[in-house]
C-alpha cells in the first residue's frame, strides 16, 4: 500500500511540475507555494535562455523583432510567439555608393540601399565606393563585408 501512495505521490508532483513548466512568469506570480513557485520560474527561466540561444535569420531589425517576441511570449504567456518568416537569399550582394568618415575617422560603409556598415576591423584595407561586396555571417552574429576580390571586412550594420 506504501509503494502504491508513493507512486501516486511522484506522479502527482510530476503532473504538477509539468504544468509549471508550460507557465509564463506572469502565471507564475500567481502560485502561492514557495516551492512551486520558484520551479516555476526556473522553467520559465529555461525557456527564455532557450529562446534567446536561437539561431536567428535575417536582417539585425528582424532578429531583434524575433527575439522581443519571443521573450514576450514567455513573460505575458502566449503559447507562441509569431515567427517572422521571409526568405532569405544565400547571399545578398550590393554596391557601396559612398564611404564616410567620422570624427574618431571611423569608417562607414553606405549601400546603394541607404544601409549603413560600419566598419570594426583592424585592417587597412578599404572598400571603394563602387565596389560590388556580399554580406557574409560569421560567428556570435557578426557580418563581414566580402568584395569580389576577396577582400573580407568585418561590420557592423548601423
Known amino acids: 500500500m506504501d509503494t502504491h501512495r508513493l507512486c501516486l505521490t511522484l506522479l502527482t508532483f510530476a503532473l504538477l511540475t509539468q504544468t ?7 502565471e507564475c506570480a500567481v502560485i502561492e507555494a514557495d516551492s512551486d513557485r520558484l520551479d516555476c520560474y526556473d522553467a520559465a527561466a529555461v525557456a527564455m535562455r532557450k529562446s534567446l540561444e536561437k539561431p536567428q535569420i535575417g536582417s539585425s531589425e528582424q532578429r531583434q523583432e524575433q527575439r522581443n517576441a519571443e521573450v514576450a511570449a514567455i513573460v505575458f504567456g502566449e503559447e507562441a510567439a509569431p515567427v517572422i518568416v521571409e526568405e532569405v537569399p544565400e547571399q545578398i550582394t550590393f554596391v557601396i555608393r559612398d564611404v564616410l568618415y567620422t570624427q574618431r575617422r571611423e569608417t562607414i560603409y553606405v549601400a546603394e540601399d541607404g544601409r549603413l556598415f560600419k566598419k570594426t576591423s583592424d ?15 560569421g560567428f556570435f552574429g557578426s557580418i563581414f563585408l566580402v568584395t569580389e576580390k576577396g577582400v573580407r571586412i568585418k561590420v557592423k550594420e548601423r
Open 20 to 26: 509549471a513548466r508550460a507557465q509564463s512568469f506572469m
Open 123 to 137: 585592417t587597412q584595407i578599404k572598400i571603394r565606393p563602387g565596389e560590388r561586396v556580399a554580406i557574409q555571417d
